[in-house]
Antibody, heavy 116, light 107 residues
């Protein structure tokens, strides 16, 4: 059974940093593109970033480029999202998703609230 | 960036009726179009990928069609559990984008 367990969300002040983690199991993590998708409260879905299996290719949506970094540890079957210089508009539920664009499996999501 | 426009924004129907949801892309996405269902407090669930392929475990009443820039999700006979928000999603060009959603509500 595919499992994606996300941790690291919470309340953070504007301009500060937060790191999300996603522990993956039930599939061959080392062969799989992974993604982060977010959803602002009451709003639609947005693909934030994705990463190739070996970590050699990463893509970011324009609104987070230069502030967020996606990474992975294949030895630990883990995916990360380092979020720096956070803004109010980054407030959202962040989902860890298996796949680079074909999102068949989603984690439970973690809420990140950016507010003073 | 490819913009996906879904219509209608809200669709009010009764159980047993047929639902037709539309998604139009600002440029061709070939067949790289998926449909997701989302219920309150839950993560989205993949229904259809590559325009017309039902995902694992998805009932046959869900079907997708289209290619290029115009796509349709059809639910042949609505069940009570089908009332939710539906999103289309393209993975043709990065950034991969979603439509704004169609809310399917009980009439």
């Amino acid at each position: 059974e595919v499992q994606l367990v996300v941790s690291g969300g919470g309340l953070v002040q504007p301009g500060r940093s937060l790191r999300l983690s996603c522990a993956a199991s039930g599939f061959t993590f080392t062969n799989t593109w992974m993604s982060w998708v977010r959803q602002a409260p009451g709003k639609g879905l947005e693909s934030v970033a994705n990463i190739k299996p070996d970590g050699s290719e990463k893509n970011y949506v324009v609104s987070v480029k230069g502030r967020f970094t996606i990474s992975r540890d294949n030895a630990q079957n883990s995916l990360y999202l380092q979020m720096n210089s956070l803004r109010a508009e980054d407030t959202a539920v962040y989902y860890c998703v298996r796949g680079g664009g074909n999102y068949a499996y989603w984690g439970q999501g973690t809420l990140v609230t950016v507010s003073s | 960036e490819i913009v996906l426009t879904q219509s209608p924004a809200t669709l009010s129907l009764s159980p047993g009726e047929r639902a037709t949801l539309s998604c139009r892309a600002s440029q061709s996405v070939s067949s790289y179009l998926a449909w997701y269902q989302q219920k309150p407090g839950q993560a989205p669930r993949l229904l259809i990928n590559d325009a017309s392929n039902r995902a694992t475990g998805i009932p046959a009443r869900f079907s997708g069609s289209g290619s290029g820039a115009d796509f349709t999700l059809t639910i042949s006979s609505l069940e009570p559990e089908d009332f939710a928000i539906y999103y289309c999603h393209q993975r043709s060009n990065w950034p991969f984008t979603f439509g704004q959603g169609t809310k399917l509500e009980i009439k």
